[in-house]
């Protein structure tokens, strides 16, 4: 099998970016299942009906979030909408609507898609991810074939400490939410894939996908100054490929990246 997953899609360049390069990608790499984080989907924060819409019929099958899910109002409806492929990161509050992980049906093979965030230097308190893995591979591993986590966290140690968590108990551990692509994709001693980050689709000579001018002037005064995101220019588009083998552990990891005009 087959499977992409592209980074956080950041506002209008991102999914311009996303349908500009999804028919050439499916025709070179014959994905099975092509997975994205959309957290920044509607102008950098959180998403709209339409913008996921948009994605989807684009070709992607299935959407990962974090920290920005619910930056826009009504994604409540969209989060659980059982028929709308979405989740939240599975340790956010327990009040929060929504699934952190759902188990979808490819071909032959069942593929839990799991969303877990990090707790180093964010905004929010969520429930240790570390713990929240364990009690659901414990409920839930026995009924997929390939597991797959989005790990939506801030630092790097966090990051791969996840990685040696789970190594060997799931097929792909993909970072996200930094924005930066990190070098260090590859696949871990036991079997799992692993990035620390894929890295976003957005507008390459910006600050995360948002105004450079803006994001310099914010650390220049200390004042919080809204973000924009451009309306032009070259966007990096961020993904990872992996192949799954007979164990439905990884057998080959890769990084995407191209970059598209907007
Ligand atoms: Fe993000
Ligand atoms: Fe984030």
Request: hydrophobic share 40%.
């Amino acid at each position: 099998m087959r499977i992409i997953f592209f980074g956080d899609i950041v506002g209008k360049p991102g999914r311009y970016a996303i349908k500009k390069i999804l028919p050439k990608w499916k025709k070179k790499y014959q994905p099975d299942l092509i997975i994205a984080n959309g957290e920044n989907m509607a102008h950098g924060r959180g998403m709209t009906e339409k913008c996921l819409k948009e994605i989807l019929d684009a070709g992607i099958d299935f959407v990962t979030s974090g920290d920005h899910i619910l930056d826009q109002e009504n994604t409540n409806v969209l989060l659980t909408n059982k028929e709308i492929p979405l989740i939240r990161p599975a340790n956010m509050l327990k009040n929060t609507p929504g699934d952190g992980y759902r188990i979808i049906q490819v071909r032959t093979k069942k593929i839990l898609i799991i969303n877990l965030i990090g707790q180093s230097f964010m905004k929010e308190e969520y429930d240790n991810p570390f713990i929240e893995i364990n009690k659901i591979l414990e409920n839930e591993e026995d009924e997929a074939d390939i597991i797959i986590i989005d790990w939506h966290a801030e630092t790097t140690a966090e990051k791969v400490c996840m990685g040696w968590h789970v190594d060997g108990r799931v097929t792909a551990l993909l970072g996200t939410h930094t924005h930066t692509p990190t070098a260090d994709t590859r696949i871990l001693p036991k079997g799992t894939a692993f990035v620390s980050d894929v890295g976003m689709v957005g507008i390459q000579n910006s600050s995360l996908g948002a105004d450079k001018d803006i994001a310099v002037k914010r650390f220049l005064t200390g004042r919080h100054i809204s973000l924009r995101i451009p309306k032009e220019g070259a966007v990096e588009i961020n993904a990872i490929l992996f192949e799954t083998n007979k164990y439905n552990l990884a057998k080959k990891i890769e990084r995407l990246k191209e970059i598209v005009a907007f």
